[in-house]
């Protein structure tokens, strides 16, 4: 399905966002902590501008332009950034009992970093091409018209698409193409790590 704009997601997760109910929705979740150059937000179909101290809900929508990055902290401290000409939908964020969250990113290039004393139980990038699950790490998954790449930075993470998963450990990359399942993971390249790295790190 052609993404452009704001596109709406996909049918799973909006029924995930229709049984889990509104309530937490209104809840303050993380708020921004650093952004360089312009950013948006879109919140209950409302388009706004992000600033310094943004407060982050569930269900926002948010996209950084041409040169912007963007990080979030959130309450139970995992962090997220967000690289340049990216978009992401914070699908679902709970962070109490149910320790679970899903972030869906639909442009772009993202960074997480999970926090908290306690593992989470399920923590899920989705990208139109696979699904990168982990517990307590840090990894970066990069979404083109080419498909996705996911990184491992620190721990272990799970890339699923279609039938298949594999798991890759620190080090390892993965590339998958649209409408195929993962392949062996391999060790990328100083120059390709330093890449995705700088793309998600914000040093302010």
Known sequence: MPRTGFPVAALALALTLVVSGGAWAQEKIGQVTALTGPANILRDGELQAVRLGTAIHA???LR?????KLRIAFVDGTR????????????????????????ELLQGIVRVLLGGTEDWQRFDVETRTVIASARSTQWVVDLTSKGTAVFV??????V???EREVMLD??????VAPDTGP??????????????LARTTIRR
Do not use: F
């Open 183 to 196: 392949t062996t993971p391999k060790r990328w390249g100083a120059a390709r790590v330093d890449d995705v």
């Open 153 to 158: 930075v620190e721990g272990l993470v799970a």
């Open 80 to 103: 997220l950034i967000l690289g340049a000409r990216s978009q992401i939908d914070i699908a679902r964020y709970a962070h109490r009992q149910e320790r679970q969250g899903i972030l």
């Open 64 to 68: 950084t332009l041409q040169g912007a």
């Open 160 to 162: 699923r698409g279609g």
């Open 170 to 175: 620190a080090g390892l990359g993965i590339d």
């Open 59 to 61: 269900r926002d929508r």
